[in-house]
Structure formats: structure tokens, C-alpha cells
């Protein structure tokens, strides 16, 4: 599975970016997709998850209730829809799937960079 991120930018404090990952290569909706992020210095973290049918979201503390994701099996896409930005969400974002069964991520995209000023 080949995952290409795709959205980031440089947005103001309180802006909105939506994020996309589209896969290919394999049976999209049979996986698990999650977002990370990596900002400078620091270890990549976990920011929110999908399940296969998009039924069930988890995400981390520090996003909820500004970001959304949602995917769209037809398109083979995720999105991650941010609102509210703040400086602190300046990182690389990263898409992941997680095969059924799996303990980890089996697959990650390259990254996309999103930059919030203040």
C-alpha cells in the first residue's frame, strides 16, 4: 500500500487546513488509518484514528474537538480536517493504515508540513 499525504501549508493562528491521504495499491477499506505528527525535537505523535468503516474515531486530547477525520472508501482517501490551529500544532504530518489484526502500522505516507503562525 503507497500512501501520499497531501494539504499541509502555512496558515495563521485559528485557521483551518484539511489534510488528505490518498492510497494505492491495495484494498483501501481494509485497513485501519491513523494520523501522526512530528514536530522539530520532538517524537512523532499519535493525533487520530479511523476504523475501516469510519464508524468508530479516537483522537488525541490535545486535538479534540478541533480536528476531524473522516475517509471516503470509494476514493481511497482520509482526511484530516483542523480547525482552530494553534502554533503548537506545527508539525510533519502522517498518514498510517494498520492491517486487520495488526499490532502496529504497516504502512506510512512521506509527510506533509503544516506550519501555524502566530
Known amino acids: 500500500v503507497q500512501l501520499q499525504a497531501s494539504g499541509g501549508g502555512l496558515v495563521q493562528a485559528g485557521g483551518s487546513l484539511r489534510l488528505s491521504c490518498a492510497a494505492s495499491?491495495?484494498?483501501?477499506?481494509?485497513?485501519?488509518m491513523g494520523w501522526f505528527r512530528q514536530a522539530p525535537g520532538k517524537e512523532r505523535e499519535f493525533v487520530s484514528v479511523?476504523?475501516?468503516?469510519?464508524?468508530?474515531?479516537n483522537y488525541a486530547g490535545s486535538v479534540k474537538g478541533r480536528f476531524t477525520i473522516s475517509r471516503d472508501n470509494a476514493k481511497n482517501t482520509v482526511y484530516l480536517q483542523m480547525n482552530s490551529l494553534k502554533p503548537e500544532d506545527t508539525a510533519v504530518y502522517y498518514c498510517?493504515?494498520?492491517?486487520?489484526?495488526?499490532?502496529?502500522?504497516?504502512?506510512w505516507g512521506q509527510g506533509t508540513q503544516v506550519t501555524v503562525s502566530s
Open positions: 498510517a493504515a494498520k492491517a486487520p489484526f495488526s499490532d502496529k502500522y504497516d504502512y
Open positions: 495499491g491495495g484494498t483501501f477499506s481494509r485497513y485501519a
Open positions: 479511523i476504523s475501516q468503516s469510519g464508524s468508530i474515531k
